[in-house]
C-alpha cells in the first residue's frame, strides 16, 4: 500500500515510529479506507494535524506542532459515528 507520507507534515518528514503506528492502526482496523489521509497545518508551518482513515470507519488523528527544535505529537484513535436508525 503506498502512502502519502509528505503532504500531512511539514518538511515531509515522517518518522520510522509514527509510521510504525500508522501501520499498527491500520492491521487492527481492516486496512486503509477509501480515503487514506488527510490533513492541514498552519500557514505558519509550526502546529496542524492529520489523520488516517481505515476501511472500518475508525481515524487516527495526530496533531503536531513544533517550537524551535522541539516536535510535540498526540494521538488519538477515533471510533465511526454510530447512526442511528429511528427502529421501533
Sequence with gaps: MQQDKGSAHPD??????REDRIQDFLARHGG???????GERAASGEDGWYE???ADGH?????WSR???REEL???EVAPRVQSGGQD
Design 52 to 54: 488516517v482513515y481505515a
Design 32 to 38: 486503509a479506507g477509501s480515503t487514506p489521509r488527510r
Design 59 to 63: 481515524r487516527l488523528r495526530c496533531e
Design 74 to 76: 498526540k494521538f488519538s
Design 12 to 17: 515531509g518528514d515522517v518518522s520510522p515510529d
Design 67 to 69: 517550537i524551535g527544535g
